[in-house]
Protein backbone atom coordinates (compact mmCIF):
# COMPACT_ATOMS: atom_id res chain seq x y z
CA UNK A 1 0.00 0.00 0.00
CA UNK A 2 1.24 3.72 -1.07
CA UNK A 3 0.54 6.77 1.39
CA UNK A 4 -0.77 5.38 4.45
CA UNK A 5 -1.00 6.23 8.40
CA UNK A 6 -0.09 3.04 9.95
CA UNK A 7 -0.34 2.44 14.20
CA UNK A 8 1.31 0.06 16.17
CA UNK A 9 1.80 -2.74 17.57
CA UNK A 10 3.02 -3.73 14.39
CA UNK A 11 2.86 -4.24 11.50
CA UNK A 12 4.66 -4.78 7.68
CA UNK A 13 5.80 -2.09 4.99
CA UNK A 14 6.27 -3.34 1.49
CA UNK A 15 7.21 -1.16 -1.68
CA UNK A 16 4.81 -0.74 -4.57
CA UNK A 17 4.10 -4.32 -6.05
CA UNK A 18 6.77 -6.49 -4.16
CA UNK A 19 8.12 -8.56 -4.80
CA UNK A 20 7.96 -7.80 -7.82
CA UNK A 21 9.43 -4.49 -9.66
CA UNK A 22 8.14 -1.23 -8.39
CA UNK A 23 6.75 1.50 -11.14
CA UNK A 24 9.04 4.73 -12.20
CA UNK A 25 8.35 8.11 -11.01
CA UNK A 26 6.95 6.42 -7.38
CA UNK A 27 6.33 8.98 -4.63
CA UNK A 28 4.60 6.78 -1.77
CA UNK A 29 5.03 8.33 2.33
CA UNK A 30 4.07 6.04 5.12
CA UNK A 31 3.86 7.53 8.47
CA UNK A 32 3.98 5.39 11.73
CA UNK A 33 2.19 6.19 14.94
CA UNK A 34 2.75 4.18 18.19
CA UNK A 35 -0.27 3.37 20.06
CA UNK A 36 1.02 3.21 23.30
CA UNK A 37 -1.28 1.18 25.00
CA UNK A 38 -1.66 0.87 28.58
CA UNK A 39 -0.03 -2.35 29.41
CA UNK A 40 -1.19 -3.12 33.06
CA UNK A 41 -2.57 -6.10 34.81
CA UNK A 42 -5.91 -5.02 36.82
CA UNK A 43 -6.65 -6.75 39.86
CA UNK A 44 -9.22 -9.09 39.13
CA UNK A 45 -8.08 -10.16 35.65
CA UNK A 46 -7.47 -13.95 37.17
CA UNK A 47 -10.62 -13.65 38.89
CA UNK A 48 -8.76 -13.09 42.76
CA UNK A 49 -8.71 -10.11 44.69
CA UNK A 50 -6.18 -8.87 46.29
CA UNK A 51 -6.70 -8.10 50.17
CA UNK A 52 -6.37 -3.91 49.39
CA UNK A 53 -10.15 -4.88 47.64
CA UNK A 54 -8.79 -3.25 44.35
CA UNK A 55 -6.85 -0.45 42.79
CA UNK A 56 -7.37 3.43 42.72
CA UNK A 57 -8.27 4.62 39.39
CA UNK A 58 -8.98 1.16 37.98
CA UNK A 59 -12.51 1.05 36.00
CA UNK A 60 -15.12 -2.02 34.52
CA UNK A 61 -13.38 -3.29 31.93
CA UNK A 62 -14.09 -6.88 29.99
CA UNK A 63 -10.34 -8.41 30.78
CA UNK A 64 -11.55 -8.30 34.44
CA UNK A 65 -13.64 -11.33 35.62
CA UNK A 66 -14.17 -10.10 39.30
CA UNK A 67 -15.23 -6.34 38.95
CA UNK A 68 -15.81 -6.57 42.86
CA UNK A 69 -12.06 -6.05 43.09
CA UNK A 70 -12.60 -1.76 41.83
CA UNK A 71 -13.84 0.34 44.07
CA UNK A 72 -17.79 0.81 43.90
CA UNK A 73 -17.64 4.48 42.98
CA UNK A 74 -15.60 3.74 39.42
CA UNK A 75 -16.84 0.31 38.90
CA UNK A 76 -19.44 2.04 35.99
CA UNK A 77 -16.70 3.80 34.63
CA UNK A 78 -16.47 1.67 30.92
CA UNK A 79 -12.73 3.87 30.62
CA UNK A 80 -9.48 2.95 31.28
CA UNK A 81 -7.33 6.08 32.83
CA UNK A 82 -4.19 6.86 31.29
CA UNK A 83 -1.41 5.77 33.06
CA UNK A 84 1.32 8.05 33.44
CA UNK A 85 3.97 5.22 34.73
CA UNK A 86 4.21 3.78 31.72
CA UNK A 87 7.45 4.63 29.54
CA UNK A 88 6.81 5.94 25.85
CA UNK A 89 6.44 4.05 23.16
CA UNK A 90 9.21 4.37 19.85
CA UNK A 91 9.24 2.78 16.40
CA UNK A 92 11.52 -0.35 15.21
CA UNK A 93 12.48 -0.55 11.94
CA UNK A 94 13.48 -3.97 10.59
CA UNK A 95 13.75 -5.34 6.93
CA UNK A 96 13.65 -8.35 5.35
CA UNK A 97 14.15 -7.45 1.90
CA UNK A 98 16.01 -4.64 0.44
CA UNK A 99 16.55 -3.87 -3.69
CA UNK A 100 16.36 -0.10 -4.95
CA UNK A 101 18.65 1.28 -8.21
CA UNK A 102 21.00 2.70 -6.67
CA UNK A 103 21.41 5.83 -6.71
CA UNK A 104 18.53 6.97 -8.20
CA UNK A 105 15.39 5.57 -6.40
CA UNK A 106 15.99 5.81 -2.33
CA UNK A 107 13.92 5.59 0.57
CA UNK A 108 14.35 8.13 3.10
CA UNK A 109 13.23 7.26 6.96
CA UNK A 110 12.81 9.97 9.69
CA UNK A 111 11.45 11.09 12.74
CA UNK A 112 7.85 12.17 13.73
CA UNK A 113 5.00 12.58 11.76
CA UNK A 114 6.17 15.56 9.18
CA UNK A 115 7.60 13.39 6.28
CA UNK A 116 10.51 15.15 4.00
CA UNK A 117 11.55 17.78 6.88
CA UNK A 118 15.11 17.37 6.41
CA UNK A 119 15.64 18.38 10.07
CA UNK A 120 14.54 14.79 10.54
CA UNK A 121 16.25 12.80 8.36
CA UNK A 122 17.60 9.77 9.97
CA UNK A 123 18.62 7.82 6.95
CA UNK A 124 18.65 7.99 3.20
CA UNK A 125 18.64 4.32 1.51
CA UNK A 126 19.31 2.71 -1.85
CA UNK A 127 21.06 -0.15 -3.54
CA UNK A 128 21.05 -3.74 -2.52
CA UNK A 129 22.74 -4.09 1.03
CA UNK A 130 19.78 -4.82 3.64
CA UNK A 131 20.13 -1.41 6.04
CA UNK A 132 20.90 -2.26 9.56
CA UNK A 133 17.76 -2.26 12.38
CA UNK A 134 16.39 1.43 12.65
CA UNK A 135 14.84 2.97 15.91
CA UNK A 136 13.33 6.66 16.03
CA UNK A 137 13.32 8.40 18.73
CA UNK A 138 9.60 9.73 19.06
CA UNK A 139 6.37 7.71 18.96
CA UNK A 140 6.43 8.16 14.70
CA UNK A 141 8.33 8.08 12.24
CA UNK A 142 7.97 8.43 8.68
CA UNK A 143 9.04 6.86 5.25
CA UNK A 144 9.36 8.65 1.80
CA UNK A 145 9.87 5.93 -1.11
CA UNK A 146 10.75 7.95 -4.73
CA UNK A 147 11.89 6.34 -7.58
CA UNK A 148 13.16 7.83 -10.78
CA UNK A 149 11.54 7.76 -14.45
CA UNK A 150 13.87 5.12 -15.47
CA UNK A 151 14.64 1.63 -14.42
CA UNK A 152 13.52 -0.23 -11.57
CA UNK A 153 14.53 -3.04 -8.89
CA UNK A 154 12.11 -5.80 -6.75
CA UNK A 155 11.96 -3.12 -3.95
CA UNK A 156 11.88 -3.48 -0.02
CA UNK A 157 9.94 -5.21 2.77
CA UNK A 158 10.76 -4.12 6.61
CA UNK A 159 8.50 -4.64 9.46
CA UNK A 160 7.82 -1.85 12.43
CA UNK A 161 7.27 -2.54 16.07
CA UNK A 162 6.34 -0.69 19.13
CA UNK A 163 9.24 -0.80 21.70
CA UNK A 164 9.88 1.30 24.62
CA UNK A 165 11.52 4.70 24.47
CA UNK A 166 15.47 4.60 25.71
CA UNK A 167 16.46 1.08 24.01
CA UNK A 168 18.09 0.32 20.14
CA UNK A 169 15.50 -3.10 20.46
CA UNK A 170 17.28 -6.61 19.34
CA UNK A 171 19.37 -6.57 16.26
CA UNK A 172 19.92 -10.24 16.44
CA UNK A 173 22.37 -12.78 16.42
CA UNK A 174 24.44 -13.22 13.38
CA UNK A 175 24.25 -16.82 11.60
CA UNK A 176 26.77 -19.06 12.68
CA UNK A 177 27.56 -16.66 15.79
CA UNK A 178 26.86 -15.76 19.65
CA UNK A 179 26.09 -13.12 21.51
CA UNK A 180 27.04 -11.97 24.82
CA UNK A 181 24.57 -9.73 26.40
CA UNK A 182 20.94 -9.83 26.13
CA UNK A 183 19.68 -6.27 27.21
CA UNK A 184 19.19 -3.31 24.97
CA UNK A 185 18.91 -0.30 26.92
CA UNK A 186 20.81 3.32 26.33
CA UNK A 187 24.56 2.01 27.79
CA UNK A 188 24.12 -1.39 27.03
CA UNK A 189 26.95 -3.13 25.27
CA UNK A 190 26.75 -6.64 23.28
CA UNK A 191 29.42 -8.78 22.52
CA UNK A 192 29.70 -11.11 19.30
CA UNK A 193 31.74 -14.27 18.35
CA UNK A 194 31.74 -17.03 15.64
CA UNK A 195 31.49 -20.48 15.90
CA UNK A 196 34.76 -22.38 15.03
CA UNK A 197 35.64 -22.50 11.19
CA UNK A 198 34.18 -18.94 11.04
CA UNK A 199 35.40 -15.41 11.11
CA UNK A 200 34.01 -12.38 12.75
CA UNK A 201 33.23 -9.39 9.94
CA UNK A 202 32.49 -6.54 11.89
CA UNK A 203 33.00 -4.85 14.85
CA UNK A 204 33.05 -7.58 18.02
CA UNK A 205 30.92 -5.19 20.56
CA UNK A 206 28.14 -2.49 19.98
CA UNK A 207 26.98 -0.49 22.31
CA UNK A 208 23.13 1.05 22.41
CA UNK A 209 23.57 4.86 22.18
CA UNK A 210 21.05 7.92 22.79
CA UNK A 211 19.94 8.86 19.88
CA UNK A 212 18.44 4.84 19.93
CA UNK A 213 20.47 3.35 17.37
CA UNK A 214 23.32 0.69 18.03
CA UNK A 215 27.12 2.29 17.38
CA UNK A 216 27.21 -0.47 14.78
CA UNK A 217 25.73 -2.88 12.53
CA UNK A 218 25.14 -6.75 13.42
CA UNK A 219 28.81 -7.88 12.43
CA UNK A 220 28.47 -11.35 10.49
CA UNK A 221 29.96 -14.43 10.57
CA UNK A 222 32.11 -15.94 7.14
CA UNK A 223 33.55 -18.94 6.46
CA UNK A 224 37.24 -18.65 7.25
Given amino acids: MCDAHLRGPSGII ?8 YDNNAHCVWIITALNPAKVRLPGEDGKCPMDGGISGATQNP ?18 PPNPM ?6 KLAFEDFDLERGYDTLTVGDGGQDGDQKTVLYVLTGTSVP ?14 QTDGSGSSLGFKASYEEIEQGSCGDPGIPAYGRREGSRFRHGDTLKFECQPAFEL ?3 KAIT ?3 N ?7 PGCVCK
Fill in 63 to 80: RLKNQNCLPANIRENPYL
Fill in 14 to 21: TSPNFPIQ
Fill in 201 to 203: VGQ
Fill in 212 to 218: NQWSAKK
Fill in 132 to 145: DLIVSTNHQMWLLF
Fill in 208 to 210: CQK
Fill in 86 to 91: LPPQVI
